[in-house]
């Protein structure tokens, strides 16, 4: 870490053992990604229940190279942060999984979703439950009524652009997923 660790106590006293235990947890983040550029953590106690003992809020801002990583626990989610210490550990443990997976962005190893394919409806078979789109390849794809989502073979016509997942079925490929995005509009 480049900068010291900043940390905040609210609502409470400061305590050496946290300030301590929040030091080795930080440390331990330079693991995950080794250019973290400055840590600030708050520690605050801010409720105090008839029936229950304070809930403590633990909040950790980490400066990275083009941007900041904020991990926020809040108590009423977590009835545990009755301990400080199960509190901070579930920030950090929070911290560093947004780290990985912001070093593995940053790396460029993460898989992008690419977007299913599009195509439009160019053969309808509506009593016979099946039909024909055409990809952007001009391959002609086969595509069942039960392979349209939602129930929608009804609202199919020819024209209509969708959103498909091809397989290998018995006779070439065919749509195994099919979902409608609207009308082609038509031209002249």
């Known amino acids: 870490m480049q ?4 940390i905040t106590f609210r609502y409470m006293e400061p305590s050496p053992a946290i300030d301590t235990k929040i030091r080795e947890r930080a440390a331990k983040l ?5 250019r973290i550029m400055g840590c600030r953590v708050v520690v605050e106690a801010p409720h105090r229940h008839h029936h229950q003992g304070k809930l403590y809020h633990v909040r950790v801002d980490l400066t990275v190279p083009g941007g900041e ?3 926020s626990r809040e108590p009423a989610e977590h009835h545990a ?5 199960v509190a901070i550990r579930d920030a950090f443990n929070a911290a560093q999984r947004r780290l990985e997976d912001y070093g593995q962005r940053q790396r460029g190893d993460l898989k992008s979703h690419e977007a299913p394919p599009r195509a439009h409806v160019v053969r309808l078979f509506p009593e016979e439950d099946y039909g024909f789109i055409e990809a952007a390849d001009g391959r002609e794809v086969y595509f ?17 652009e969708v959103e498909f997942v091809e397989e290998a079925g018995e006779k070439g490929p065919q749509a195994s997923t ?7 509009p038509r031209h002249g």
């Open 3 to 6: 900068l010291p660790v900043q």
């Open 30 to 34: 330079d693991r995950y990604y080794h």
């Open 69 to 71: 990583l904020v991990v």
């Open 81 to 85: 942060h009755e301990d400080v210490y």
């Open 144 to 160: 069942h009524a039960n392979s349209v989502l939602n129930g929608g073979f009804g609202r199919v016509e020819v024209g209509s």
């Open 178 to 184: 099919v979902r409608v995005i609207g009308k082609r």
